[in-house]
């Protein structure tokens, strides 16, 4: 007889090979077909709700790497979410305005030069909405559920209306002015920027050190005298207009072979041996405060230099003595401010010297600039040393070319005004990543006013609308009448009208007695955009705020976190999110940051096409996504092997419930001992990974249900089970009782692996057949629940004890087979004799021998055995003779013909 065809061996069609790649594209578009998205959400409506909002990426180009781990992670939260029952919907967003479109545009061979203003933004807006269906699709395909049908786009004309409705409300707030400052200029871009949109790179400058000679020494020095001056950069010495001394501290008059210097008192003879000046003497020290207002002769124009007093003078470089050009920097405005002195700016918006820096300097570049600058010092005498040193500057963080600062008519949010407000709503938000509330508070603390106007063409306009006389028109009815022309005819109105047509019907302002009127041709800054998100997407579709979470890169805390804060605080009155996340870079396998030069870069469509998308969300899911992370080829591998446990544990599970129905599981209190530990640590399993997730630690979830697969319920209880599940009889309560086990393993696991292995969950959902009344979908399956189980503690106790004897037991076994004395557990024979605190396995001795996979199993009182933590323990070849159908090992007068007696009974019924 053929044993083998009476054995109960596991049937499913479930596959071992996952061969996602070719499998997973059909469940994307079952999905789209059944609308699962939209299932999901509304089985909770009604229910409690969680409110996340997706941050914008931006529509140019393949989402990347750094997207996917992202997107996952966002996928991940909400699917947890609506798994638990909560009403959480995942409304997709794309930042669809900026440079980037516009530079793609023309690289597409588009001449801006040759068109209106309104139809190039038709060209911006046709190429943006290709970007984001292309980035829509590679999400969907990465098996994201989100709401693709109603994404929100920044160039949609209700999101646009909320933006300007934004605008109005902080404007009438007193919050939005148009001021002469100096701001970060991209000359590259010929646009101001945002702090966000700047990037720090190294780069080697020229730094000078230069004499202004005293002009008026107020009776306390003579005109013989020179402060000495020093900068990184030399074009902006046409443009100074004073000398910022320090009132606190001491200044030396020293008598040199090159005249009579002024410089910190405390650097003097460091600066001599840096001129190389070996001959020098002080005469005499004055505070600086005693300085203030002495003139200076500027040493390339006709024109003074006043020597004023500031706070932000320091002793760390130069001389003490800083060059102030009011038009180039932050605190040189400031400064020049309190004196009275102009935001002088002589460099145009391509970077280039303006015709009053004289025709020896008109039209260079500042980079050229520097050289002729200090040559022209250097001729006239005044120029003290001219060295390199290499220092972090600011960059255009789209164009890679270093920024200027420069002073140009701008319009402005004021953060100092709600600058506490802002500070104490920092306080109030939960940081889950707890430097982040200390980087964004420094960032608030620190930041200046907010520029918000761009010179670009492809952006919301600003709503100003200005009178004859220049006054801007700062009133609610109009913003109000433009902001509803945007909802209804998009921002392109703004281009297509006429002022007149853009203004309330009938409308007159005494700035403008002829009724002339002018528009404003700058738009806002994209952060702006999508920092209004909260209002142009959630609040216009009735979703509360603020919202739960807000989840981005670690870059955003200069960026979107940032811009939404100060929006939102300022139009609603509070932070517009309760809590905070945020993950770290995408990096490759060495560490390295991905940049194309470096050929290092991960294309994650092409892993998805490789590995699938459930093994790229499995490794999304497994790093340690707060900070920085890698990915390689090799981490690719070992995050496949991963799956693959898992793959194969499930395929067991399934394969062996084949012929399992709900009407066949055994209650509770009817299984084994053994049988209720594993459903004991089953609830353990879930209890642990739902801490997990609620503390968004998705690494230690994926952890917990792999070293559960392959240290529990693998290892150990599927390793024995086969005896039972192959050998018995279909319907016999033992087999009964672990398909039981199994089956609540299944329904559990199937369900604890949804949120991040979309796809296979839902392969497992469709080879699962135990329920008679089975949802379409894994996600339409209500959600795991905890097994009742009274006395677990105990019994969870007891069997880890046991487990502590099994590997004494599984150690001294590995022995006998590395001898090559025993093939396998089956053929041994193992003597125990417990040590006092493991007395208590005795009572197990009828469930050892299947258990341990051996042949037999001893229980004797013998300390000369060899000792091990649990037991002594004796481990020998078992003679005796092995039954072919279960292939077991029992002796000779237990066996009924060639049949053990299970076996026999079996087989004869």
Sequence with gaps: ?????????????????????????????????????????????????????????????????????????????????????????????????????????????????????????????????????????????????????????????????????????MAMDGLIFKGLKPVYWSP????????????????????????????????????????????????????????CLNERYDYALIET????????????????????????KVIKNFKGSELELITCQHPLYDRESLVILGDHVTAEA??????????????????????GLPAYCNVDEHGCMMKDCGEWLEGQYVDDANKTVTMKLDELGVLLKLEFITHSYPHDWRTKKPIIFRATDQWFCSVDKIREKLLSEIDKVNWLNEWGHIRIYNMIKDRGDWCISRQRSWGVPIPIIYCEDGTPIMEEEVFKHISNLFRKYGSNVWFERDEKDLLPEGYINEHSPNGIFKKEKNIMDVWFDSGSSHTGCMIERGYRYPVDLYFEGSDQ???????????????????????????????????????????????????????????????ATSVAYQQDVRISNDIMKQISENYRKIRNTMRFVLGNLNDFKQADLVAVEALADVDKYMLAQLNDLIKGYHKAYDNYDFAEANQLILNYFTNLLSSFYMDFTKDILYIEKADSLRRRQVQTVLYYHAKAMMKLISP??????????????????????????????????????????????????????????????????????????????????????????????????????????????????????????????????????????????????????????
């Design 257 to 280: 072979t090159k005249g009579k210097l002024i410089v910190l008192n405390e650097l003097v003879d460091s600066l001599m041996e840096k001129f190389e000046i070996t001959e020098y």
């Design 188 to 243: 590259s871009s010929e646009s101001a920027l945002a702090e966000a949109e700047i990037e720090y790179h190294d780069i080697k400058s020229p730094t000078i050190f230069v004499k202004f000679a005293v002009k008026d020494g107020k009776g306390i020095l003579d005109t013989d005298t020179s402060f000495v001056i020093w900068t990184t950069t030399p074009w902006t010495i046409p443009a100074n207009l004073a000398i």
């Design 318 to 339: 130069g001389t003490g003595c800083v060059h102030t050009a009011p038009g180039f920097g932050a605190d040189d405005f400031f400064v020049g401010q309190k004196y």
């Design 557 to 619: 805390y200069r960026g979107w976190f940032n811009s939404s804060l100060i929006v939102g605080t300022a139009a609603h009155g509070c932070a517009p999110y309760k809590t905070v996340l945020s993950h770290g870079f995408v990096l490759d396998g060495k560490g390295n940051k991905m940049s194309k030069s470096l050929g290092n870069t991960v294309d994650p469509i092409k892993l998805v096409n490789q590995y699938g998308a459930d093994i790229v969300r499995l490794w």
């Design 1 to 169: 007889m053929n044993y083998k065809d009476t054995l109960l061996m596991p049937k499913t069609e479930f596959e071992m090979r996952g061969n996602l790649p070719k499998k997973e594209p059909k469940y994307v578009e079952r999905w789209q077909k059944e609308n699962m998205y939209e299932r999901v959400i509304e089985q909770n409506k009604g229910k409690e709700d969680f409110v996340f909002h997706d941050g914008p990426p931006y529509a140019n180009g393949n989402m990347h790497m750094g997207h996917m781990l992202n997107k996952v992670i966002k996928d991940v939260i909400c699917r947890y979410n609506n798994m638990e029952g909560r009403y959480t919907s995942y409304i997709p967003g794309w930042d669809t305005h900026g440079l980037p479109i516009e530079n793609a545009i023309q690289k597409l061979g588009v001449n801006r030069k040759e068109m209106s203003t309104a139809a190039f933004r038709e060209k911006c807006d046709e190429y943006a909405h290709e970007q984001v269906n292309k980035q829509m699709e590679q999400l969907i395909r990465m098996g994201t559920f989100a709401d693709y049908k109603h994404p929100y786009l920044t160039l949609m004309p209700e999101f646009e209306a909320n933006q300007i409705d934004v605008f109005a409300k």
């Design 756 to 909: 991040v292995l979309v796809f296979t969950a839902e392969e497992l959902h469709d080879h699962f057949h135990c329920d008679d009344n089975k949802a379409d979908s894994i996600f339409l399956e209500p959600n795991v629940e905890m097994i009742n189980m009274p006395n677990s503690d105990q019994l969870k106790a007891h069997f880890d004890r046991f487990l502590e004897l099994r590997k004494d037991v599984m150690k001294a076994l590995e022995g006998l087979r590395n001898e090559k004395i025993i093939k396998s557990n089956m053929e041994a024979k193992v003597t125990i004799s417990l040590k006092d605190e493991f007395k208590e396995m005795a009572s197990m001795l009828a469930d050892l021998k299947q258990l341990f996979i051996v042949a037999k199993v001893e229980l004797v009182k013998d300390s000369s055995l060899e000792e091990f933590d649990s037991a002594y323990i004796k481990v020998e070849k078992f003679e005796g003779h092995q039954c072919p159908r279960c292939w077991n090992y029992f002796d000779e007068d237990e066996m009924e013909g060639e049949l053990c007696p299970r076996c026999h009974a079996v087989i004869n019924g």
